[in-house]
């Protein structure tokens, strides 16, 4: 018999616990041709505004070890245009799909949120907290309690959607922020953001991202992101969607074993953009090879 | 994709040319990149991402070439590695330079500086191919004579090769741009359409921009180089600035632009 990798995370349905981490896949197009996308759990997209905006100046991005800077800066087409040109290619596919969602202001958040409310073909909201707070001095909603707090109850207010709030990992305690979406209503969680970094080339003197901080992402973080699912599990009971460096089967794996009920692959599609699918055979066969016949028998299955 | 290596070796100086053999038939238009990150003996994540070359030629056997300078981590990799290894490769990508009828002018003028010269051979090719009667003049220029590449098989396809090194080693002292200013102003009819094609590092670009720009009747062709992570527009990490508003990704929109629409 078959394992059975299906898993209902905040009330959606994933056929597997496989999906696309945000910012690394775009709006699904341009990775089709190497990714058969009906075949993962979910795709979640770049992030989304109410307005256009253009992103940052070059350099965006550099190669750190074993992982990368990123500086890219949100750029985004804003709802309307996501919703006339770009969700009608998104609904032809079987994976569930969840809109990351961003704003500079608290009432931003909530009017993008609100223009999701009975749109076809988004199962979801991923609200990406990791963004500056323009009206509070710029320090990100994220990484300041009660700027999480009001996030999440502004967008709880504003839609019938499930709602995962994706967390930063630049706190000193991230299980606080989980319990506190938890308190708000929210129905899951991302865990984690990119960690913020900063590198500078030593024959110029000269930052190598134009922003000079970034994001980072890759190999490099994943124990810091296995790490902060597993508090994250023990400090909540709603489910968790793990992600930061998986590029392989058994890297997912760890995050499930640690209490992930899904896992998003992110810089990995940048190394090979079919690698989404070798997760999930991979998951399939590690099922059989281990005798389990249901992916919920992995999750949270740490033994200590 | 992973690939084989037929051959990788030293041209001179720190200039390789590595020969894969790709297991399915690749076409090309000149300009086109693939992104290559080396598989074996030794696979890791460090260095991580894969990064951009340009194809300089595909030959009979259908075997991609590569020019590469020795400038970092992977690029020393890839200059240790054999016969028999093998690197994964995803391309060939994006849009090659422009070479139809709309396009070129009367007067083509090929300018490249270093490693710009991997991929103008093939441009230069079939822009002799397609357009026999046209005049193709090709400007080269390097540091000294340890960078001037391919000479001889630009011999064969330009009418004419102006050479320029920094240190006077051999062609004209000086840049290529001042070598373009030379050509441009004595010798290139005003009233012709001349189509200028580029390759090389960023300052050069800018500067043949200056130059032609308070000219008339020239268009320029510009092939970009950005920090890169997946070379197919999923990251955005390749932006350069529009001149009208917003960002063009160099993998997707590029790497060749038209010299106005960009800002460098
Ligand atoms: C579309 C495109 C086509 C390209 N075609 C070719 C090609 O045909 N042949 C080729 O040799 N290169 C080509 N390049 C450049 C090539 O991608 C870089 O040289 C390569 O990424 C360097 O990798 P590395 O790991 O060796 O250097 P890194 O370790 O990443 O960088 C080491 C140092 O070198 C600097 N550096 C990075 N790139 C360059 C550069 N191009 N010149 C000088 N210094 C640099 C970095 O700033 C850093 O300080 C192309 C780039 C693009 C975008
Ligand atoms: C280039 C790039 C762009 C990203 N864009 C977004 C984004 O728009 N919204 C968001 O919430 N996260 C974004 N992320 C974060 C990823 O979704 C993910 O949380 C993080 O990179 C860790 O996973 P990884 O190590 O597998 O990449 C981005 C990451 C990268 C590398
Ligand atoms: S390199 Fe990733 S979008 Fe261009």
Redesign the pocket.
Request: proline share 6%; net charge neutral.
């Given at each position: 018999m078959k394992p059975d990798l299906s898993i209902r995370i905040a009330g959606i349905d994933f056929q597997n616990p496989v999906t696309l981490a945000s910012g690394t896949a775009r709006y699904g197009e341009e990775i089709t041709e190497h990714c058969d996308l009906n075949r993962l759990g979910a795709i979640i997209v770049k992030g989304i505004a109410l307005k256009p905006t253009p992103g940052n100046p070059p350099p965006r991005i550099c190669?750190t070890p074993s992982g990368m800077l990123n500086a890219i800066g949100l750029p985004n087409i804003g709802v309307d245009a996501f919703i006339r040109d770009k969700l009608p290619f998104l609904r032809q596919f079987n994976p569930k799909v969840l809109v990351n969602i961003f704003g500079s202001t608290v009432d931003e958040y909530g009017e993008v949120a609100r223009r999701f409310n009975g749109v076809a073909g988004v199962h979801g909201l991923e609200v990406n907290i990791s963004c500056p707070n323009i009206k509070e001095g710029g320090i990100a909603f994220g990484t300041d309690i009660e700027s999480t707090r009001r996030v999440v109850q502004i967008v709880r207010k504003a839609t019938t959607l499930p709602v995962l709030i994706k967390l930063s990992p630049n706190v000193t305690d991230i299980a606080s922020f989980a319990r506190v979406c938890e308190d708000e209503g929210a129905d899951g969680l991302s865990v984690i953001n990119t960690l913020l970094g900063m590198s500078i080339?030593t024959?110029t003197w000269k930052p190598r991202l134009a922003n000079v901080t970034g994001g980072l992402s890759g190999p490099a973080i994943r124990p810091v992101a296995v790490r902060m699912v597993w508090q994250v599990y023990k400090a909540v009971k709603i489910p968790i969607i793990g992600m930061g460096g998986i590029f392989t089967v058994n890297d997912a794996v760890e995050f499930l074993l640690a209490g992930a009920s899904a896992v998003a692959v992110g810089t990995a599609n940048f190394i090979n953009p079919g690698v989404s699918i070798e997760i999930v055979e991979g998951l399939e066969k590690y099922m059989e090879d281990k005798g389990l016949n249901n992916i919920s028998e992995l999750i949270g299955a740490i033994k200590n | 994709m992973r690939v084989r290596i037929a051959s990788n070796s030293c041209i001179k100086g720190t200039y390789y040319r590595i020969v894969l053999e790709p297991s399915f038939k690749v076409n090309i238009a000149p300009g086109q990149?693939v992104m290559l990150r080396p598989a074996t003996p030794c696979n890791s994540y460090d260095?991580l991402l894969p990064?951009?070359?340009?194809i300089h030629r595909v030959d009979q056997s259908g075997n991609i070439e590569?020019?590469?300078?020795v400038?970092?981590?992977?690029?020393?990799i890839l200059s240790m590695i054999v016969e028999g290894d093998e690197v994964d490769i995803l391309g060939p990508l994006?849009n090659g330079f422009p070479v139809n009828r709309e396009v070129v002018g009367d007067n083509i003028l090929i300018i490249a500086g270093g490693?710009g010269a991997?991929?103008i051979i093939g441009l230069g090719e079939t822009l002799r191919t397609n357009y026999p009667d046209r005049p193709i003049v090709i400007i080269l220029g390097g540091r000294g004579e340890a960078d001037l590449l391919c000479v001889e098989d630009l011999k064969k396809t330009a009418a004419e090769v102006i050479i320029t090194t920094n240190d006077g080693s051999v062609g004209i002292k000086g840049y290529v741009t001042d070598a373009l200013e030379e050509y441009l102003s004595r010798r290139c009819d005003p009233g012709l359409r001349t189509t200028v094609y580029a390759c090389g590092p960023s300052p050069m670009l800018q500067k043949i921009s200056e130059i032609t720009g308070t000219r008339r009747n020239i268009e320029t062709y510009f092939?970009l180089?950005?920090n890169?992570a997946c070379g197919i527009g999923l990251c955005m990490g390749c932006a350069v600035k529009r001149r009208d508003r917003g960002y063009y990704l160099?993998c997707k929109d590029g790497?060749v632009f038209r010299g106005d629409t960009i800002v460098l």
């Amino acid at each position: 018999m078959k394992p059975d990798l299906s898993i209902r995370i905040a009330g959606i349905d994933f056929q597997n616990p496989v999906t696309l981490a945000s910012g690394t896949a775009r709006y699904g197009e341009e990775i089709t041709e190497h990714c058969d996308l009906n075949r993962l759990g979910a795709i979640i997209v770049k992030g989304i505004a109410l307005k256009p905006t253009p992103g940052n100046p070059p350099p965006r991005i550099c190669e750190t070890p074993s992982g990368m800077l990123n500086a890219i800066g949100l750029p985004n087409i804003g709802v309307d245009a996501f919703i006339r040109d770009k969700l009608p290619f998104l609904r032809q596919f079987n994976p569930k799909v969840l809109v990351n969602i961003f704003g500079s202001t608290v009432d931003e958040y909530g009017e993008v949120a609100r223009r999701f409310n009975g749109v076809a073909g988004v199962h979801g909201l991923e609200v990406n907290i990791s963004c500056p707070n323009i009206k509070e001095g710029g320090i990100a909603f994220g990484t300041d309690i009660e700027s999480t707090r009001r996030v999440v109850q502004i967008v709880r207010k504003a839609t019938t959607l499930p709602v995962l709030i994706k967390l930063s990992p630049n706190v000193t305690d991230i299980a606080s922020f989980a319990r506190v979406c938890e308190d708000e209503g929210a129905d899951g969680l991302s865990v984690i953001n990119t960690l913020l970094g900063m590198s500078i080339d030593t024959e110029t003197w000269k930052p190598r991202l134009a922003n000079v901080t970034g994001g980072l992402s890759g190999p490099a973080i994943r124990p810091v992101a296995v790490r902060m699912v597993w508090q994250v599990y023990k400090a909540v009971k709603i489910p968790i969607i793990g992600m930061g460096g998986i590029f392989t089967v058994n890297d997912a794996v760890e995050f499930l074993l640690a209490g992930a009920s899904a896992v998003a692959v992110g810089t990995a599609n940048f190394i090979n953009p079919g690698v989404s699918i070798e997760i999930v055979e991979g998951l399939e066969k590690y099922m059989e090879d281990k005798g389990l016949n249901n992916i919920s028998e992995l999750i949270g299955a740490i033994k200590n | 994709m992973r690939v084989r290596i037929a051959s990788n070796s030293c041209i001179k100086g720190t200039y390789y040319r590595i020969v894969l053999e790709p297991s399915f038939k690749v076409n090309i238009a000149p300009g086109q990149f693939v992104m290559l990150r080396p598989a074996t003996p030794c696979n890791s994540y460090d260095p991580l991402l894969p990064r951009p070359f340009s194809i300089h030629r595909v030959d009979q056997s259908g075997n991609i070439e590569i020019l590469y300078k020795v400038v970092g981590r992977v690029t020393t990799i890839l200059s240790m590695i054999v016969e028999g290894d093998e690197v994964d490769i995803l391309g060939p990508l994006g849009n090659g330079f422009p070479v139809n009828r709309e396009v070129v002018g009367d007067n083509i003028l090929i300018i490249a500086g270093g490693i710009g010269a991997a991929p103008i051979i093939g441009l230069g090719e079939t822009l002799r191919t397609n357009y026999p009667d046209r005049p193709i003049v090709i400007i080269l220029g390097g540091r000294g004579e340890a960078d001037l590449l391919c000479v001889e098989d630009l011999k064969k396809t330009a009418a004419e090769v102006i050479i320029t090194t920094n240190d006077g080693s051999v062609g004209i002292k000086g840049y290529v741009t001042d070598a373009l200013e030379e050509y441009l102003s004595r010798r290139c009819d005003p009233g012709l359409r001349t189509t200028v094609y580029a390759c090389g590092p960023s300052p050069m670009l800018q500067k043949i921009s200056e130059i032609t720009g308070t000219r008339r009747n020239i268009e320029t062709y510009f092939s970009l180089e950005a920090n890169m992570a997946c070379g197919i527009g999923l990251c955005m990490g390749c932006a350069v600035k529009r001149r009208d508003r917003g960002y063009y990704l160099v993998c997707k929109d590029g790497p060749v632009f038209r010299g106005d629409t960009i800002v460098l």
